[in-house]
C-alpha cells in the first residue's frame, strides 16, 4: 500500500475542514503547516457588514 504525500495529507485536511464552512457563499478550509505538522486550521465563516470572517482553531 503506498502513502500519500504530505502535501496530499494537508489538502485533504483542508477539504475536511471546508466541510465545517458557515458560510453560504464559500466553502473553504485551510491548514497551516510547519515542518510536516499542522499549526491551525481555518474555516470561513458567516459574512458581518461586508466583511468575511475567518474562525481559527490553533492546534
Do not use: K
Amino acid at each position: 500500500m503506498n502513502r500519500i504525500s504530505w502535501d496530499q495529507y494537508f489538502m485533504a485536511q483542508s477539504h475536511l475542514l471546508a466541510l465545517r464552512s458557515t458560510c453560504t457563499r464559500l466553502t473553504v478550509g485551510a491548514t497551516i503547516v510547519r515542518d510536516n505538522r499542522i499549526i491551525a486550521g481555518d474555516i470561513m465563516g458567516p459574512l458581518q457588514e461586508g466583511r468575511i470572517v475567518l474562525m481559527t482553531a490553533v492546534m
